[in-house]
């Protein structure tokens, strides 16, 4: 091989990548920016009351003390409080936080839900996930797709299609219940299943893995001493960087779905394009870098999410406005997300959900910057 063949070479691949790279990008363009593009509506108060004559056409994200939903929503519903009641039909999905939640209508998609006590009487179309201290479905309840929850009492009765998956303290499966699928619980307790209660699939029952002694210290330790890194981190970033650290939470809450989308995309999409990168001699100093941002980007969607979680949780009582606020805003919304990634199956989606809206937030606002820049110039 001469030299005049190896220049060839490499100038071909580096066309080849090139035209990988920008395929990649011109797809990603045309399959989510046509997309993403929803409308909602916001409203907040001590006592936040949708009637049943009204029909919300969007998105309504709602944060208050007591939260009453009785009307049509054609699309999803976020809301964040101390008690949620959703009477009426939201043809979409649900995303809750809040002491009490009692569903009683009917959702077409998808539910999750953090907080204290979930009633559920109405009908779910898809999966349910709950992390939540008291779990109950009356038997009216459906659940049309999987139950994973976590939660320390929790009572199944109605129709579950699905899979149950969860890690609770004590399980009550009732009389009425059906359950189409597997139920498989961690629990330091024998399940109670009541004389009559259908289960189609296997039963599987594990103890939970409990550390002891000097293992359970160091690992609560390396819990507390992870989370203060993470809250100095945090710290920093937002006195340093305040306006650009509410623009990305501000997308999460605005642009939820284009967030999601856009993190799916980076998550995959990054490393490959970076091995890629990588194949050339000449570009893979490029490819290591982006690697390593692509892990500190990972990393920090935590704050990010966080800092919306506690911003949603605080204001509903009071102005999240100054430094202060956002960094008591942002311990709160970090503990939260600790505690939620150590329950049994739940936790893996919670921080993978952190990782894909933050991700895609991070995008979608620098986006939002830049046109901004764009206009005042």
């Given at each position: 091989m001469n030299k005049t063949t190896t220049i060839k070479e490499v100038k071909m691949s580096k066309h080849i990548i090139k035209g990988l790279i920008a395929s990649l990008l011109v797809i990603l363009l045309i399959t989510f920016t046509s997309?993403?593009?929803?409308?909602?509506?916001a409203r907040s108060g001590n006592i936040v009351t949708v009637s049943s004559g009204e029909v919300i056409d969007g998105d309504l994200y709602v944060a208050g003390r007591t939260i009453i939903i009785d009307s049509t929503i054609n699309g999803d519903l976020i809301a964040a409080g101390q008690t949620i009641m959703v009477n009426g039909i939201v043809n979409g999905s649900i995303i809750a936080a809040a002491q009490t939640v009692n569903i009683n209508g009917e959702v077409t998609h998808a539910v999750r839900v953090i907080g204290e006590t979930l009633n559920i009487g109405g009908t779910i179309?898809?999966?349910?996930?709950?992390?939540?201290?008291?779990?109950?479905t009356t038997s009216t309840a459906?659940?049309?797709?999987?139950?994973?929850?976590?939660?320390?009492?929790?009572?199944?009765?109605g129709l579950i299609k699905g899979d149950i998956n969860s890690g609770v303290k004590s399980l009550t499966i009732a009389s009425t219940a059906s359950i189409q699928g597997k139920l498989n619980y961690i629990s330091g307790n024998e399940a109670n299943i009541q004389s009559g209660a259908q289960i189609k699939g296997m039963i599987t029952h594990k103890l939970p893995h409990v550390k002891k002694g000097l293992a359970a210290g160091i690992g609560l330790w390396w819990i507390v001493i992870g989370f203060l890194m993470t809250f100095v981190l945090g710290i920093i970033i937002v006195l340093l960087a305040p306006i650009r650290v509410k623009a990305v939470t501000e997308s999460i809450r605005t642009h939820p779905w284009a967030s999601l989308g856009w993190g799916a995309v980076t998550l995959v999409a990054t490393p490959i394009v970076a091995l890629i990168v990588c194949i050339t001699i000449i570009g893979l100093p490029l490819g290591l870098i982006a690697l390593v941002l692509y892990a500190i980007a990972i990393y920090l969607t935590q704050l990010f999410v966080g800092l919306l979680i506690g911003h949603l949780i605080i204001g509903a009582f009071r102005?999240?406005?100054?430094?202060?606020?956002?960094?008591?805003?942002?311990?709160?919304?970090?503990?939260?997300?600790?505690?939620?990634?150590l329950i049994p199956f739940v936790g893996?989606?919670?921080?993978?959900a952190t990782v894909l809206f933050g991700l895609g937030a991070i995008l979608v606002s620098e986006r939002k910057l830049r046109a901004e820049v764009k206009n005042i110039s």
């Amino acid at each position: 091989m001469n030299k005049t063949t190896t220049i060839k070479e490499v100038k071909m691949s580096k066309h080849i990548i090139k035209g990988l790279i920008a395929s990649l990008l011109v797809i990603l363009l045309i399959t989510f920016t046509s997309v993403f593009v929803l409308a909602f509506n916001a409203r907040s108060g001590n006592i936040v009351t949708v009637s049943s004559g009204e029909v919300i056409d969007g998105d309504l994200y709602v944060a208050g003390r007591t939260i009453i939903i009785d009307s049509t929503i054609n699309g999803d519903l976020i809301a964040a409080g101390q008690t949620i009641m959703v009477n009426g039909i939201v043809n979409g999905s649900i995303i809750a936080a809040a002491q009490t939640v009692n569903i009683n209508g009917e959702v077409t998609h998808a539910v999750r839900v953090i907080g204290e006590t979930l009633n559920i009487g109405g009908t779910i179309g898809r999966d349910l996930l709950a992390a939540v201290g008291n779990f109950s479905t009356t038997s009216t309840a459906e659940i049309g797709g999987d139950l994973l929850l976590g939660a320390g009492i929790a009572r199944i009765d109605g129709l579950i299609k699905g899979d149950i998956n969860s890690g609770v303290k004590s399980l009550t499966i009732a009389s009425t219940a059906s359950i189409q699928g597997k139920l498989n619980y961690i629990s330091g307790n024998e399940a109670n299943i009541q004389s009559g209660a259908q289960i189609k699939g296997m039963i599987t029952h594990k103890l939970p893995h409990v550390k002891k002694g000097l293992a359970a210290g160091i690992g609560l330790w390396w819990i507390v001493i992870g989370f203060l890194m993470t809250f100095v981190l945090g710290i920093i970033i937002v006195l340093l960087a305040p306006i650009r650290v509410k623009a990305v939470t501000e997308s999460i809450r605005t642009h939820p779905w284009a967030s999601l989308g856009w993190g799916a995309v980076t998550l995959v999409a990054t490393p490959i394009v970076a091995l890629i990168v990588c194949i050339t001699i000449i570009g893979l100093p490029l490819g290591l870098i982006a690697l390593v941002l692509y892990a500190i980007a990972i990393y920090l969607t935590q704050l990010f999410v966080g800092l919306l979680i506690g911003h949603l949780i605080i204001g509903a009582f009071r102005g999240v406005e100054t430094r202060a606020a956002l960094i008591g805003a942002l311990a709160l919304g970090l503990a939260i997300l600790r505690l939620l990634r150590l329950i049994p199956f739940v936790g893996f989606y919670f921080g993978l959900a952190t990782v894909l809206f933050g991700l895609g937030a991070i995008l979608v606002s620098e986006r939002k910057l830049r046109a901004e820049v764009k206009n005042i110039s």
